[in-house]
């Protein structure tokens, strides 16, 4: 209150000056001088500064140009400054305040504009990142089709399990180790069949893989761990016998119905490199690769059934005959020798006779185990009825007869026991050698089939060479 009444005192004064000087001058006969006209409206200016007009100072600057002007220019006396003073700053106030209020709409509306053009280049950038990311996954989607198309036109377990590797690190990708267990149906475990690394991977020490696998494995789901040292569900320590560096994995199982067939898994050095998005493609990929699977142990069981037999499991007269070809002509390329052997079951028509088909069926059948036991690299074959035939590759003749006579001595050793009663198998065995005896397929089959006779027409139970 004691501030307004001092401006307004102030004021009072100052009007009063400007009264008293413009009285002066009314009387003065002499011609306006510019100084008094300045002196004049400074003391206007200052009398408005003390009514409050501050943020007008600017307006009355103009004024006090604009009244100069007019009042030198059209010989004014002094006390027509007063109005001519009043009506240009109000005049000058006004168009200034238009132009002001004008100028102000227009800030903001560039700043609406400018708001609008950064929400706009905001939505546009995440727009095209979207953009990317669909052309992306379009891309990955499409590489299935491919995926569904190469694994379905693949027999071999081989070329299957290779596939399904090479598949999850071109399409996921990410990746710097992977590795596919399948599992070993009659321990029920996992077993590692194939392993892959962008970098030197040393040899793996869990075969049968470890806690992540286990889970896996039992719970039936797929797996994402984003950062394995902050994951709640696994502990780091029980990890610490791993023989690999990782923190981010993905791993999901192969299904044949309700039952696991196997084990998908990538991992990764980096935490958090792997998201929901790659954990469905991998969760595709071993849907496909299930069936490929399936396919490929089917077409596996299918050939087995076309080249062995169903009684013995051995192969039978034609695939074995097939792989005595190309074992010969190995032979001849490189100048190595093999050896092959003819065996026949001694007196096998009296266990039919006396025991009926079923006890021959199971001297037929421990005669065939006894042989895959003798058998590493060699091929072992049904020849026909009660003959059995073994191919013997990079073996001496020499070799061949000392296996031959285990062979026999295990046959002779073995119990039987056909209608509770216990009773003991023999066999003959005639051995023939490859260059030694022929160069010839045929020959060398004749010749094991005469020593074979030979050794049953000998007393049977026994081994010939010449």
Request: charged share 30%.
């Amino acid at each position: 209150m004691q501030s307004e009444n001092k401006n307004l005192a102030t004021t009072i004064l100052l009007l009063s000056a400007s009264f008293i000087i413009a009285s002066y001058l009314i009387f003065r006969t002499s011609l306006p001088k510019l100084p008094d006209i300045f002196l004049y409206n400074l003391i206007i200016i200052f009398s408005l500064h003390e009514l409050g007009h501050n943020r007008s100072l600017f307006f009355l600057g103009v004024s006090i140009f604009l009244t100069l002007l007019v009042s030198i220019t059209a010989h004014f006396s002094y006390v027509w400054n007063v109005p001519v003073f009043f009506i240009t700053f109000l005049i000058a106030e006004n168009e200034i305040k238009k132009y002001n209020y004008h100028s102000h709409i227009m800030k903001t509306r560039i700043e609406e504009i400018r708001e609008n053009t950064n929400v706009l280049e905001d939505d546009h950038a995440r727009h095209k990142k979207e953009a990317v990311s669909l052309e992306k996954k379009e891309e990955r989607y499409h590489s299935l089709k491919e995926v569904v198309s190469v694994l379905n036109s693949t027999l071999s377990m081989e070329d299957v399990a290779r596939k399904i590797m090479g598949n999850a690190f071109n399409i996921v990708g990410k990746s710097d180790h992977g590795f596919l267990f399948l599992v070993d149906t009659v321990k029920q475990e996992l077993h590692l069949t194939l392993s892959r690394s962008k970098t030197f991977l040393e040899k793996i020490k869990t075969k049968k893989g470890d806690i992540l696998d286990g889970w896996v494995f039992k719970q039936r789901q797929a797996l994402l761990i984003e950062d394995i040292r902050k994951d709640f569900r696994f502990s780091e320590d029980k990890l610490d016998d791993c023989d690999r560096l990782f923190r981010s994995v993905i791993s999901c199982p192969l299904m044949e119905g309700h039952k696991v067939i196997g084990i998908l898994r990538l991992e990764n050095f980096k935490p958090y490199n792997y998201n929901s998005e790659d954990l469905r493609l991998l969760d595709i990929i071993c849907d496909i690769g299930a069936v490929s699977l399936q396919n490929a142990g089917l077409y596996k069981e299918t050939l087995a059934l076309a080249i062995r037999d169903g009684l013995t499991g051995l192969f039978l007269r034609r695939y074995f005959l097939d792989r005595l070809k190309e074992e010969l002509s190995h032979c001849l390329r490189n100048d190595s020798s093999c050896s092959f052997l003819m065996i026949d079951v001694d007196n096998f028509k009296n266990y039919n006779d006396e025991y009926g088909h079923t006890a021959g069926d199971m001297v037929l059948k421990t005669i065939s185990r006894i042989l895959l036991n003798f058998v590493d690299s060699g091929i072992a074959c049904r020849y026909g009825g009660e003959e059995f035939s073994l191919l013997l590759p990079d073996t001496s003749k020499k070799e061949a007869i000392r296996i031959a006579d285990n062979i026999r001595k295990a046959v002779k050793k073995e119990d039987i026991e056909l209608r509770r009663v216990k009773t003991h198998i023999t066999v003959s065995i005639g051995v023939a050698a490859f260059p030694e005896d022929t160069k010839m397929q045929d020959e060398l089959i004749m010749k094991a089939d005469e020593r074979l006779y030979k050794a049953k027409r000998g007393g049977k139970d026994r081994v010939i060479m010449e």
